[in-house]
């Protein structure tokens, strides 16, 4: 008699449990696990691949590459030559040099492909460009949430948001915003010590005519040519850069940027959500807030009112 109710009671738990698997199934919803990686072309200009490989323990960026795409490589396997059939181009004479690169969550990578060992949930994204602007792009912004959710390495730091008094509001709206996707954010002023010495990601938000107080970012600014941001805030505009990394467009009227500098250390970019004035501003921030699938895949981008342009623009 035991014996017959310990077998009924196996075949309910059996009965129970296949409804709740055959709803995660039809769902059609991927794991929180899963890695995305994204393929592009001329800074993301050109998507060629966008999908969600089941993560794996132990799983590198080479692994994802080869399980989504054709790939040629050189050197041992270190250095991925070709993607989908397109090959590094030296650009001869007086061409432009392309290649492959790699940002993870949103950080340049500093390692080869066969050498990072991800994280469950990581975003991956390979873009072919010129070695031109890419030389000083350590951060894009493409790949939000991260690196505020999950940051370069697996390291999740704590994230800063800078701005000054008057803008208190607008950063109290971003930083509900990202408590959306789990991320603890502090606001603070912006100060010297915190943008230079950044311990982990920070936000720079603002008015440009306020955030040029600053000497950090006022030679951020300065040094545009070097930083990757693809934008200059002059006197009475906003500047925008071309992949060769010339200004070839003056945006007057109102204007907001969103960009991302870094460096080789990798976990502690800096964001900046800076307008002409406040309208800029307000349109970068709804953008960020309600829209932000209009950066996925971008390295910069400036906001205009009616339109989200992509940085750095295409040589003519």
Known sequence: MKRKITLLMLFLSVILLFPACGSQESSGEGSSQDIEILITKDFGREKLVVEKVAYQENMTVMDVLTAVTEVETAYGGSYVKSIKGIE???????????????????????????????????????????????????????CYPCPFVRGYEGKEEQVLLV???????????LKDALAAYNI????????????????????????????????????????????????????????????????????????????????????????????????????????????PEKIKGLFSAAILQEQVVALPLASE
């Open 184 to 291: 603890s954010v502090e606001i603070k002023e912006p100060e010297e010590e915190v943008l230079k010495n950044r311990k982990g990601p920070v936000i720079a938000l603002g008015v440009w005519e306020q955030m040029q107080k600053s000497p950090y970012l006022k030679e951020l600014n300065d040094n545009y040519k070097k930083t990757g941001t693809c934008a200059h805030f002059s006197a009475e505009s906003l500047e925008l850069q071309d992949e060769r990394g010339e200004i070839v467009r003056d945006i007057e009227e109102s204007a907001g940027l969103i960009a991302a500098v870094g460096d080789w250390s990798g976990g502690a970019p800096l964001w900046v959500v800076v307008g002409t004035d406040s309208k800029g501003l307000e349109r970068a921030l709804d953008v960020l807030i309600n829209e």
């Open 88 to 142: 590094m181009d030296n650009g001869g004479i007086s061409g432009l040099r392309k290649d492959w690169f790699y940002y993870l969550n949103g950080i340049f990578a500093d390692m080869g492909a066969l050498d990072y060992t991800l994280q469950g949930g990581d975003v991956i994204w390979w873009d072919y460009h010129s070695w031109v602007m890419s030389q000083g792009m350590k951060a894009v912004i493409g």
């Open 163 to 173: 701005c000054t008094e008057n803008y208190q509001e607008q950063a109290t709206l």
